[in-house]
C-alpha cells in the first residue's frame, strides 16, 4: 500500500468493526473488508445484474460486477496518487452495488414505488442492509460485520428518517458532516467508470452513434485527438482509445483539482475531513463537461425507445412479482415466509432485490406461466 496521507483512513484511526474481532495475521482491517466481500453472495449475483442492458442481450455489455471491478481499479488509482487508503477505496467500490435490484434502475425504481406504504427502497441503504444484515457466512454474527468506514462509503445517501435508524453510520446524514476522502473518492470513481462505459456499451448496441457523441465537447475533443494520432484506426478501436483517454483526462483533472482543495482547506487530520465541506471533485470546466455528458446520455441511451421498453418490462415484472407475494404470502421460500412474519414486506424487498436478472424473469414465468417449458 501507498505513504498515507495524515488525513487518510487506517486501520490506526479506523472506529472498528460492531463486533470486535482478533486482527487478522498479514491483512490490514481493509483488506479483509474486500475480502469478505468479494467471497459474498451478493457480489457474486452481480454477475448476472444489469447496467443498462438486460442481462440476456448480449454477453459484452457491462454488468453490475464489470462495473464493480472497473470503478474499483479507477478508484484505486486515484487513491494512491492523493495518498488515501487503497484498500478502504476498493472495499467501498466493490460493495457499493451489492444491494442494487435486478434489472438496473428501472428495477429499483419500480420497488421503491411498490414499497412506498412500507418505507420506500434505497439502493444505497440495501447494500449496507447486506452487509450488516443480509450475508449468511459467519457463525459469529450475522453480515459480513465491516468496518465503520467501509459501511460510512457504502452509505452513499439516505434519507433522514431511515439515517435516525442507522446509528453511528447515519450520524453524518444529520449532523451534515462529510465521509472520509476514500469515500467521497469513491463516488466519483463510480461517475467516472459508469459514464464513459455506458457510452461504450450505448455505441457497442447502436443505440446512439460516433455522430451524436461528436456533439458533446468532451467526446469530440478526445475523439478529434485519437484521429489526428490513428487516421486510419478502425472505428471499434477508436471508440476504445476514445474513451480511454476520456477516463485519463477525468482521473487526471480530479487528482489534480483534489489536491487544491485539500491545500486551500488546510486538511491535516481526518477530522479536518469529516468538518469540511466536499473535498473531492473536479475542476468547473470538467464538471461542466461531465454534466453535458450525463445530459446526451440521459436524453440519446436511457430515454432511447428500445432501453424505455426494456424498462416497462423490468417494472412489470418487478411489481406483479411483488404485488403476488404481498397478495399471498406462502408464495415466498420459506425462509422468506419467516422474515415476513417479524419485518412484514422488507422480507419481500429483500428477496427481489436479491434477484438476478434471469432468476427474477424465471420466477415471473414460475408464478404467471400456464405452461413451463
Do not use: W
Not at 501507498?2 to 481493509?30: C, D, H, Q, T
Request: charged share 25%; with cysteine.
Amino acid at each position: 500500500m501507498n505513504k498515507l496521507a495524515a488525513y487518510a483512513v487506517s486501520s490506526s484511526n479506523s472506529r472498528g468493526r460492531l463486533i470486535a474481532e482478533a486482527p487478522s495475521a498479514g491483512r490490514s482491517e481493509f483488506q479483509r473488508d474486500r475480502d469478505r466481500i468479494i467471497h459474498s453472495a451478493a457480489f457474486r449475483r452481480l454477475e448476472y445484474k444489469t447496467q443498462v442492458f438486460v442481462n440476456h442481450e448480449g454477453d459484452l455489455f457491462r454488468t453490475r460486477l464489470t462495473h464493480s471491478l472497473e470503478v474499483a481499479q479507477i478508484g484505486r488509482s486515484i487513491a494512491r496518487n492523493l495518498g488515501l487508503n487503497e484498500d478502504l477505496v476498493e472495499a467501498v467500490t466493490l460493495a457499493h452495488d451489492l444491494g442494487h435490484t435486478p434489472f438496473g434502475h428501472a428495477g429499483q425504481d419500480a420497488l421503491n414505488d411498490c414499497m412506498r406504504e412500507y418505507g420506500g427502497f434505497e439502493h444505497n441503504l440495501q447494500s449496507l442492509r447486506v452487509v450488516d444484515v443480509l450475508e449468511e457466512r459467519y457463525a459469529a454474527f450475522d453480515g459480513l460485520n465491516l468496518c465503520f468506514e467501509t459501511r460510512e462509503g457504502i452509505l452513499k445517501h439516505v434519507a433522514k428518517k431511515k439515517a435516525l435508524t442507522l446509528g453511528a453510520v447515519g450520524e453524518r446524514f444529520l449532523q451534515r458532516t462529510k465521509p472520509s476522502l476514500e469515500a467521497q473518492l469513491a463516488n466519483f470513481a463510480d461517475e467516472i467508470a459508469y459514464n464513459n462505459h455506458d457510452v461504450d456499451d450505448g455505441l457497442r448496441s447502436g443505440l446512439i452513434s460516433l455522430d451524436q457523441l461528436n456533439e458533446v465537447t468532451i467526446f469530440s475533443r478526445h475523439l478529434q485527438q485519437v484521429k489526428d494520432r490513428y487516421p486510419v484506426l478502425v472505428e471499434r478501436r477508436t471508440v476504445y482509445e476514445t474513451v480511454r483517454s476520456m477516463i485519463n483526462t477525468l482521473v487526471t483533472d480530479l487528482i489534480a483539482q483534489s489536491t487544491r482543495n485539500i491545500a486551500d482547506a488546510d486538511i491535516t487530520s481526518l477530522a479536518d475531513v469529516h468538518a469540511a465541506p466536499p473535498l473531492i471533485g473536479f475542476s468547473r470546466q470538467i464538471k461542466k463537461e461531465q454534466q453535458e455528458l450525463k445530459k446526451f446520455l440521459y436524453e440519446n441511451l436511457y430515454r432511447h425507445y428500445r432501453v424505455v421498453r426494456m424498462s416497462a418490462k423490468a417494472r412489470h415484472t418487478i411489481e406483479r412479482l411483488f404485488a403476488a407475494f404481498s397478495a399471498e404470502i406462502r408464495l415466498l421460500p420459506a425462509k422468506y415466509q419467516t422474515k415476513f412474519e417479524h419485518e412484514g414486506h422488507q422480507a419481500i424487498a429483500d428477496y427481489i432485490a436479491g434477484m438476478t436478472d434471469r432468476y427474477a424473469i424465471k420466477e415471473y414465468q414460475r408464478l404467471f406461466a400456464i405452461t413451463e417449458n
